[in-house]
């Protein structure tokens, strides 16, 4: 239970690219910052404290990117401090700043979400330097290899299947199209899903995020500063969990439970935001869900983990088509990870979209009628995780 | 609300700091950790949360911490990373407590720093293109501040040994602390400053941050008793003093030796202070970034 009430006031992202070589760091952040704050009609002055959210600072090639772009986000001289949980971390930013917000220390704070990844030649090579360097430094183990395993298991227990896969493709690129921030906007025919290069079975390149440059930023009120916001609308805090995984995949196998095939961490912290929120039937009070899901196989599993649907049976929702932009919840209708992932700052951009819907300022994108959204964060190999609830209503 | 009426430190443990200590960065954080989970008379299922602060350059992988999951007793735990000094993991700790997000939090921070190349590293915080040409290092960048406000010609210090170890504390919230009390959290803060400005005076974040702290504790510079550091090796006491604007104060180094610990060096002064049988109130401070940009401070009690 929060101590006092905390809601997003404003949000704002940039566009995303494989590479955008048009700005500086310092200039990207502030692309997303000024939106922010135009949004929520505040100044930089307006702002007492910043949490700024990149994940492997290797992406960029600086140390401690945050001190080098803090006048970017107008951050200088104010309480400032970085967070990184990895692929989790603009997730882990938001509940950072809910934290110093519902504490009472701050009335005000901005979360800023950060990643160029398109400085660094390849993203794998920097992910293989994640694992144990002396036992599995030579096993190749990569993000996108461990994805594909985990989709061959769930087909292999669940029935899993690569047209499940494919549908969830479709409907993503098909959402992303009304967002005009997507690194990707092109409709996509599961034919070409099924028929595009394979990068590691199951997974096909079209089953796959791109990797993007991009900020996002997100401004907090808190307390009386937030009851008596008269500016637009808000979208209040309702819930918020996080759960970690053990580090090793194999000791996720027949564990308390669980298979590797499952994402129990996110089912954790999913119960969590929903025993702070009240929601007792997701699929039935969530109107909007933010997942991060950088793969289609991805969205399937988290179904069953947010507890749409049972263990094994994600794909039910695929058949049922519920998760479409007039479904029973849609599930990434700014087209969600798969799209544009700017890793560190994604969790954030989950954050921004779902608070976007409940407060009514998804543009194209909007659900009619959002009331309650969630979004998630994910880091490293399935082994972070966040959830967020949030709502047009303050109770 | 100030932090002293709800934040304790029920335990705390430490590996103590050294040149090389030659076991494993995981077995060095798990003494620290399950040491700091005993002291507080906790068992590891009934801590809700982990904050801990360490950098991915520093410790040789992307997203680090990943494999430190089983060390640092974050399995079915929220876990927050900050990627600055330990008095940050802490601050972020104690509003995690005060929001009522969490109850009971595990705090860490290490350093394996012997494995690492320090010299390659520390000129990685400089822009990129412009900047690091230049030669410039975390170390001169407050060198040339001095220089620019003493009028003095600069000195570039020189480069310090590193050290490895690891620090850990269990924070509760009062209401479940129990009997077990190392300590009180009396007032925190924090700040950055701008990156690479000339005209900016020497540690004036940790200026800033010492004043946020005294505010949060309610407290003046006069109602202190002692300063602790394990860092600010190129700064000797009188100017830490000076140019953090409080009096003539004793100052004490801490056990480190003199050893440059990364982020972990703010919280291992917070353990010597509560260790030191000394009551009254003690001022920690700790500090990041090219020229000390970030600033951090504590006030703790025993």
């Not at chain 1, 025993?275 to 109107?287: F, S, V, Y």
């Not at chain 1, 991060?292 to 069953?304: D, L, M």
């Not at chain 2, 050290?163 to 009997?179: F, Y």
Request: net charge negative; hydrophobic share 45%.
């Amino acid at each position: 239970m929060m101590r006092r009430g905390v809601a997003v006031a404003g949000t704002g992202q940039t566009k995303y690219k494989t590479n955008r070589s048009d700005v500086s760091t310092p200039e990207l952040v502030f692309e997303a910052v000024h939106r922010a704050l135009d949004d929520a009609r505040m100044k930089p002055s307006d702002i007492d404290a910043v949490v700024f959210a990149s994940a492997p600072e290797v992406f960029e090639g600086v140390h401690e990117p945050d001190l080098w772009c803090i006048d970017g986000f107008g951050g200088a001289d104010k309480p400032e401090m970085r967070i990184h949980t990895g692929g989790a971390t603009g997730g882990s930013g938001a509940l950072a700043g809910v934290s110093l917000a519902a504490s009472g220390r701050f009335d005000s704070v901005l979360v800023v979400g950060l990643q160029r990844t398109g400085e660094s030649p390849d993203a794998q090579q920097i992910f293989t330097t994640m694992f144990d360097p002396i036992y599995e430094g030579d096993v190749q183990l990569n993000v996108i290899t461990t994805i594909a395993m985990m989709a061959s298991r769930h087909m292999e227990l669940f029935g899993l299947t690569e047209d499940h896969m494919a549908w969830v493709s479709v409907k993503n690129h098909a959402n992303a199209t009304r967002n005009p921030y997507s690194h990707l906007s092109k409709v996509v025919t599961e034919e070409e899903v099924k028929a595009s290069r394979m990068i590691a079975w199951p997974l096909r390149l079209l089953h796959c995020c791109p990797r993007s440059d991009g900020a996002a930023a997100v401004v907090l009120l808190a307390g009386e500063k937030a009851r008596s916001y008269r500016e637009g609308p808000l979208a209040w805090v309702r819930g918020v969990g996080s759960a970690t995984d053990v580090y090793r995949i194999g000791d996720r196998i027949d564990d308390l439970g669980w298979d590797y095939a499952s994402q129990r961490a996110l089912w954790w912290a999913s119960q969590k935001a929903y025993r702070m929120a009240g929601i007792t039937n997701p699929l039935k009070q969530l109107d909007v869900i933010e997942v991060y899901a950088p793969f289609s196989n991805i969205e399937v599993v988290s179904y069953e983990a947010m507890g749409l649907a049972g263990i094994g049976r994600g794909w039910e929702l695929v058949e049922s088509e519920a998760t479409t932009m007039t479904g029973e919840v849609a599930v990434c209708p700014s087209g969600g990870c798969m799209t544009s992932n700017p890793i560190g700052a994604t969790g954030l951009v989950r954050f921004a979209e779902a608070a976007m819907q409940v407060a009514g300022k998804a543009g194209e994108h909007q659900v009619d009628g959002a009331r309650m959204a969630m979004s998630t964060a994910t880091g490293g190999i399935n082994q972070f995780f966040t959830a967020a609830v949030v709502s047009a209503d303050p109770e | 609300m100030t932090s002293s009426e709800d934040v304790v430190i029920a335990g705390l443990a430490r590996v103590d700091f050294e040149p090389v200590i030659g076991r494993p960065l995981e077995d060095i954080i798990y003494s620290a950790a399950s040491a700091a989970v005993a002291d507080a008379g906790k068992n590891i299922k009934e801590i809700d949360a982990v904050s801990m602060a360490s950098s991915d350059i520093l410790d040789g992988r992307a997203i680090s911490t990943m494999t430190l999951t089983g060390s640092s007793g974050t399995f079915q735990k929220s876990e927050m990373r900050v990627c600055s000094d330990g008095i940050a993991a802490l601050a972020l700790a104690v509003a995690e407590c005060r929001s009522g997000l969490a109850e009971r939090i595990l705090v860490g921070a290490w350093s394996k720093l012997s494995e690492g190349q320090i010299a390659a590293i520390d000129p990685l915080a400089i822009e990129p293109i412009f900047h690091r040409p230049l030669g410039l290092t975390s170390s001169n960048v407050h060198s040339l501040r001095v220089s620019a406000a003493t009028g003095t010609a600069v000195q570039v210090p020189a480069q310090t040994t590193v050290g490895d170890g690891a620090v850990a504390m269990v924070l509760c919230e009062a209401s479940v602390a129990g009997e077990r009390r190392r300590g009180t959290v009396r007032g925190l803060g924090w700040s950055t400053g701008p990156y690479l400005r000339p005209e900016v005076p020497p540690l004036d974040s940790v200026a800033r941050a010492v004043e946020m702290a005294f505010m949060d504790a309610g407290i003046t510079a006069s109602d202190l008793g002692r300063v602790w550091t394990s860092g600010f090796h190129d700064v000797t006491d009188e100017d830490l003093l000076r140019w953090c604007c409080l009096p003539s104060l004793a100052v004490t180094r801490g056990t480190s030796g003199g050893l440059e610990i990364g982020y972990a060096a703010g919280l291992n002064s917070l353990v010597d202070a509560l260790l030191a049988n000394a009551g009254g109130l003690h001022l920690i401070l700790g500090a990041s970034g090219p020229g000390y940009q970030s600033g951090f401070a504590a006030v703790v009690s025993r």
